[in-house]
C-alpha cells in the first residue's frame, strides 16, 4: 500500500510540474558562415542550473518553469546574446537566434572549429541530409585518417564510384571519363591529356583539398554535359594561422624485388626537378643523342615533401588572409607481365615478358586570397599550379620469345621497345566574389582562366627481332612499315576562360526555423575551351641493318651510316585545333511547402558549338574539319519529403547530354606503348541522357547514415570506345547504336560500433555497396557471333567499398583505418565484325577488364601537440591487373579465354613524418 502511495504521489507531482512548465526550443546560427547551424553552442536560463547545448544541427530544446525568465545564448568567441522570455505552462515558445562574432575578438580559434567542422564526417553528412539534390562528400578530416593523398582515391570512398587502377580516371555508376563532369570551387577545369575529357584528379593533392563532393542528380545552374555525375574538388582556404612540414619516404615492392637496376629512358638525362629542357631539335635527335635506355640505381626511393602556411592580415581595416602550399614528390614504379592481341580469331601479337619501369615526379604550389571587403561582401582568389612528369620504359620480347604477324625479316623473335617522356604543366586560375545585397539577395559571381601545356618531347620507338634467340646476340631492325624506328614530339596547348553570375533571391514567411520558404536562382554560364595539337615523327628506314644487342642499338644510328643507305623520312607535322564554345543561361526555384516537404524545378537553356579542324596523315586528303551545334532545354526535378525524424525520401529527374570530345573527333592516331592504336571518329554526335533517381535516408545520429537508391538511365547514341572494322586493327570512337539503359541499387552505411563519453567514435565503419545493369543495343555494323546487344564500354556491374577505423579520440592520437574497395569485371573496348559475310567467324571480340579486389592500410601517431607520424600501406593485396578476350580456333572452332595482358602493380609503402607550428 506504502509502494501504491508513493508510485501516486510521485505520478502526480510529475503531472503538476508538467503543468506548470513550458518548452523553449530554436536554431541557432552561425553569422560568420552565412547562417549555417551552430552545434555546441550553450543555451541558459539565467539566474538557473536550466541548460543544454545545441545538437549538430544547431537544435535545442529546454523544459523552463512558466513565467518571465532571461535565456543567454553563448559560444566561444561569439557575442553573447540575452533575450528576455515569458514562458506559458504546457505551450511551446520558439526562439532561433543568429550569433556572430565579438567586436574586436579574434576569430582564430573560432574559425578552426568552423573549418574543421566543414572538412569532417558529420558536417558533410549534416549538408547531404539539408541538400535537396542527392550529393556525397568526403572531407579532409576523414581523407588524413585513411591516408587518402588525391582527389582521384578520395572519390572511391562514396558509393557507386571506382578508380581505374594506376590511373586518375573514375567512373561514377559505371560510367566513365566522357559521362562525367569535373569543376573545381563550380567552376570547370581542364584536361591535362588529350585523350581525356576530365583532368586527372590525382593532381590534385589532399594538401589543397577541403572536400571532394559528388553530385549524382543534376541541377541547372551546372553544365549540362553530365550524364553520371559531376566531381567538385573545393580548395581550401585560410581557418587558422600556422605552418607546418612534412616529408615522406617509401618504396614500391616491384621496385624493392626487381633483380637489377632501375632503368629508364634516355631523355631523362634533359630532366630535372620534372621539367624537361630541350637540347636538340627533333631532325638532330637522331643521330646527336642516342637510342639506348640509361640506369639510375639498383633500389630507388619514392619520396616527397610539403609545406603549407597560413596567415591572416588587416589591411585599410580589411581583413584579408592567405592559405599557400607546396608539393614536390618522386616515385618510381616497375612491373613486369604479358601481352597479346588477336586479329580475326588469330594471334596478331604475343609477348610473355612486358616489363616497364616508370618515374614520376609531381610539383604543384597553391594559393588562396580571401579579402573580406564588409560583412556583406568579399573576393577569393585561388590558382592552382601543377607540373607532373612521367618517363615511361616499355619492353617486350627481351626473351626472344616475341611475334608479330607478317613481320619482316620474320614473325618471331620480336622485340619492341618504347621509351617515352610525358610532361604537363598547368595554371588554374580563379576569381570568386560573393555580395549579399540585402537579407534576402545573395549575388556570387566568379571567373576563371586555365591554361595547360602537356608535351612529348622526345618520344622513341624501336622495332627489331632477335635472330639467334640463344645467344642474343644478332639483331636486326624490323621494317613491316619501312619505318619502324622512329623519334616523335607531341604538343597540347590548351587555354579556357569560363565564368557565372548567380543571383539567389529568397521570399516568403519565415517559417519555425527562421527561414523564408521560397528561393529563385537564376543565372548565367560561359565557357570557352581552345585546344592546339602538333605533333611530329622522323623514321628511320633500317632494312638489313644490324645492332650487336637490344641494348646497343645507338651505335647503328651514326652518321656515317646515314651517309652510306640508311634512309631517314622526316614525316609532315600532323595538327588539329578544336573550339567549344557554351553559352547558358538558366533558372531554378526552390520551395519548402512544409516541414516535410521541399524540392528544386529548374530550366536550363544552353547553346553548345564545338568546331574541330585537322590536317592529319591517316586522313584521306590529310586536311577536313567539322563543326557542330547542339540548343537545347535541359529540365530537372529535385523533390524531398521527410517521411519520420531524421529520414527522408528523395526524387530526381532530369534531361542531360554527353558532347563528344575534341579527341573523340579528330581522326588522329595515337599509338599506346603496347603498339595498340586508338583515333577519333568525325562523324560522332552526342548522347542525350534520361536521369531518374530515388533515394531513402536515414540519419539516426550525428556522423551516421543508410541509405537506399535506384536509379535509372537512358542514353540515346551512347558513344563507346570499339575495336575498329576492317583491316586496320584500330579502337576508334563510334555511336554503337540507338540506346543503352543503366539501372542500378546503391546501399550506403555509416555507422559506429563503439563511442565513448563525449560521442566521438572510437570504431567506426563505412560501407556502400552498388550492383548496376546495363543494356544497349548495337548496329548492325556491329553485330557479331548473332550478338545484337552489348555491356557498355568501361562500366562495372558491382561496386564495393568500405573501411574499418579506429580512433583513440584522446590526447597524442592513434587511428588506424583499413579500407578496401572492388569492382568487377568490365568492358575495356566493344568487338566488331572485321567481315559482315563472315561476321560469325570473322570478328574481334570485346575486350573484358577483370575485377579485382584492394586494401589500404594507414596506421597514423601524433607524437606531440605539433609531431605525428603516419605509415601507409596501399595495395596491399596486389591483385592481379588482366584483360580477356574469348578467341575462336579457326580451325578446331573451340572458342578460348586467351589473357590479353596482365600484370601486378606491387604493394607501395610509405612512412611520413609532420610537423605543424
Given at each position: ?662 579527341k573523340e573527333l579528330s581522326p588522329f592516331e595515337y599509338v599506346s606503348p603496347t603498339g595498340r592504336v ?210 575462336r580456333n579457326v580451325n578446331t572452332e573451340i572458342e578460348t579465354n586467351e589473357t590479353v595482358s596482365n ?15
Amino acid at each position: 500500500m506504502k509502494k501504491f502511495l508513493f508510485i501516486t504521489f510521485l505520478a502526480f507531482s510529475q503531472l503538476l510540474l508538467a503543468q506548470s512548465t513550458g518548452t523553449l526550443k530554436g536554431v541557432l546560427s552561425d553569422g560568420e558562415t552565412n547562417n549555417e547551424p551552430l552545434p555546441f553552442a550553450n543555451v541558459l536560463i539565467k539566474g538557473t542550473v536550466i541548460g543544454t547545448t545545441t545538437d549538430f544541427d544547431g537544435n535545442y530544446t529546454l523544459n523552463v518553469p512558466a513565467g518571465t525568465h532571461t535565456v543567454v545564448f553563448s559560444f566561444l568567441g561569439y557575442k553573447t546574446i540575452e533575450k528576455p522570455i515569458t514562458i506559458v505552462a504546457g505551450e511551446t515558445l520558439t526562439v532561433n537566434q543568429i550569433l556572430s562574432a565579438e567586436e574586436g575578438v579574434s576569430l582564430e580559434e573560432v574559425v578552426i572549429m568552423s573549418a574543421a567542422s566543414r572538412e569532417s564526417v558529420s558536417a558533410l553528412l549534416l549538408e547531404q541530409k539539408k541538400a535537396t539534390v542527392i550529393k556525397e562528400s568526403i572531407g579532409a578530416q576523414t581523407l588524413s585518417k585513411i591516408g587518402v593523398s588525391d582527389a582521384a582515391t578520395a572519390t572511391t570512398k562514396i558509393s557507386g564510384v571506382t578508380k581505374s587502377q594506376g590511373t586518375g580516371d573514375i567512373f561514377i555508376r559505371g560510367l566513365g571519363d566522357r559521362y562525367l563532369s569535373t569543376t573545381m570551387n563550380g567552376l570547370p577545369v581542364p584536361s591535362d591529356d588529350v585523350e581525356k575529357k576530365n583532368i586527372n584528379l590525382n593532381l590534385f593533392s589532399t594538401d589543397v583539398i577541403q572536400n571532394v563532393g559528388i553530385s549524382k542528380t543534376y541541377t541547372t545552374s551546372g553544365y549540362a554535359d553530365q550524364a553520371s555525375g559531376n566531381v567538385d574538388v573545393v580548395t581550401k582556404d585560410y581557418s587558422k594561422k600556422g605552418y607546418s612540414i612534412g616529408v615522406n619516404g617509401g618504396t614500391n615492392t616491384n621496385v624493392l624485388d626487381y633483380d637489377g637496376d632501375f632503368r629508364t629512358t634516355i631523355t631523362n638525362n634533359d630532366v630535372s626537378l620534372g621539367f624537361h629542357k630541350k637540347q636538340y631539335a627533333l631532325q638532330d635527335l637522331i643521330s646527336r643523342q642516342g637510342w639506348d635506355t640509361e640506369t639510375i640505381s639498383a633500389q630507388p626511393i619514392n619520396y616527397s615533401g610539403s609545406l603549407s602556411a597560413a596567415q591572416k592580415f588587416e589591411i585599410f581595416g580589411k581583413d584579408l588572409s592567405f592559405y599557400v602550399s607546396a608539393t614536390h614528390s618522386k616515385s618510381y614504379d616497375y612491373y613486369s607481365g604479358e601481352f597479346q592481341s588477336f586479329r580475326q580469331n588469330r594471334e596478331d601479337n604475343v609477348f610473355s615478358d612486358v616489363e616497364s619501369f616508370t618515374t614520376k615526379t609531381n610539383t604543384s604550389g597553391y594559393v588562396n586570397l580571401k579579402l573580406k571587403l564588409n560583412d556583406a561582401n568579399s573576393l577569393k582568389f585561388n590558382t592552382l599550379f601543377v607540373n607532373k612528369s612521367s618517363n615511361n620504359l616499355y619492353e617486350q620480347g627481351r626473351n626472344g620469345l616475341g611475334f608479330v604477324y607478317d613481320q619482316d625479316p620474320q614473325e618471331d623473335g620480336a622485340f619492341v621497345r618504347d621509351q617515352n617522356f610525358k610532361q604537363t604543366t598547368m595554371v588554374i586560375n580563379q576569381l570568386i566574389g560573393k555580395h549579399d545585397l540585402n537579407e534576402n539577395n545573395t549575388l556570387t559571381w566568379a571567373g576563371g582562366y586555365n591554361f595547360v601545356l602537356a608535351e612529348e618531347p622526345n618520344r622513341i620507338r624501336n622495332e627489331v627481332n632477335i635472330l639467334d634467340v640463344a645467344s642474343s646476340s644478332e639483331i636486326q631492325f624490323a621494317h613491316v612499315g619501312d619505318y619502324q624506328q622512329r623519334k616523335s614530339t607531341q604538343k597540347i596547348e590548351d587555354v579556357e576562360y569560363n565564368a557565372y553570375v548567380k543571383n539567389n533571391w529568397k521570399f516568403g514567411n519565415l517559417n519555425e526555423e527562421g527561414d523564408k520558404p521560397f528561393a529563385l536562382n537564376y543565372g548565367v554560364n560561359y565557357r570557352r575551351k581552345e585546344r592546339d595539337f602538333k605533333s611530329q615523327a622522323i623514321g628511320v628506314l633500317a632494312r638489313n641493318y644490324k645492332a650487336p644487342s637490344v641494348d646497343e642499338l645507338s651505335s647503328t644510328f651514326v652518321q656515317s651510316n646515314f651517309d652510306n643507305g640508311l634512309n631517314l623520312r622526316i614525316g609532315e607535322v600532323d595538327l588539329f585545333s578544336g573550339e567549344l564554345n557554351v553559352l547558358a543561361a538558366f533558372a531554378d526555384f526552390n520551395f519548402t511547402l512544409n516541414e516535410k516537404f521541399s524540392g528544386n524545378l529548374g530550366l536550363r537553356f544552353e547553346r553548345d558549338e564545338i568546331n574541330v579542324s585537322w590536317d592529319v596523315a591517316n586522313y584521306v586528303g590529310r586536311i577536313g574539319n567539322t563543326s557542330k551545334t547542339y540548343e537545347n532545354l535541359f529540365p530537372s526535378l529535385n523533390l524531398k519529403y521527410e517521411v519520420a525524424e531524421n529520414q527522408y525520401i528523395r526524387f530526381a529527374t532530369s534531361l542531360t547530354q554527353t558532347l563528344p570530345e575534341f579527341k573523340e573527333l579528330s581522326p588522329f592516331e595515337y599509338v599506346s606503348p603496347t603498339g595498340r592504336v586508338s583515333k577519333g571518329n568525325p562523324d560522332l554526335e552526342k548522347s542525350d541522357v534520361v536521369n531518374v533517381d530515388l533515394k531513402w535516408e536515414f540519419f539516426p545520429s550525428r556522423g551516421e547514415v543508410f541509405s537506399v537508391t535506384g536509379f535509372y538511365k537512358n542514353i540515346k547514341n551512347p558513344i563507346n570506345l570499339a575495336q575498329s572494322r576492317g583491316s586496320s586493327g584500330n579502337f576508334i570512337f563510334y555511336n554503337t547504336g540507338e540506346k543503352a539503359t543503366v539501372k542500378g541499387l546503391e546501399l550506403e552505411a555509416r555507422t559506429s560500433f563503439i563511442k565513448n563519453e563525449d560521442d566521438d567514435t572510437v570504431l567506426g565503419f563505412n560501407a556502400n555497396l552498388t550492383k548496376m545493369w546495363f543494356s544497349q543495343d548495337l548496329d548492325d555494323v556491329f553485330q557479331y557471333k548473332g550478338k545484337t546487344e552489348s555491356n557498355l564500354q568501361g562500366a562495372s556491374d558491382l561496386i564495393a567499398n568500405g573501411s574499418l577505423s579506429y580512433s583513440s579520440n584522446k590526447e597524442k592520437e592513434f587511428v588506424a583505418t583499413l579500407t578496401g574497395n572492388y569492382s568487377s569485371d568490365k568492358v575495356f573496348a566493344l568487338g566488331s565484325p572485321e567481315d559482315f559475310v563472315n561476321s560469325a567467324t570473322l570478328y574481334n571480340d570485346e575486350i573484358i577488364e577483370k575485377g579485382f579486389v584492394s586494401l589500404d592500410l594507414v596506421l597514423s601517431k601524433e607524437l606531440t601537440d605539433r609531431l605525428s607520424v603516419k605509415l601507409v600501406g596501399r595495395n596491399l593485396l596486389n591483385p592481379e591487373i588482366k584483360q580477356t578476350q574469348f578467341v575462336r580456333n579457326v580451325n578446331t572452332e573451340i572458342e578460348t579465354n586467351e589473357t590479353v595482358s596482365n600484370y601486378k602493380q606491387g604493394v607501395q609503402l610509405t612512412l611520413g613524418v609532420k610537423y605543424a607550428f
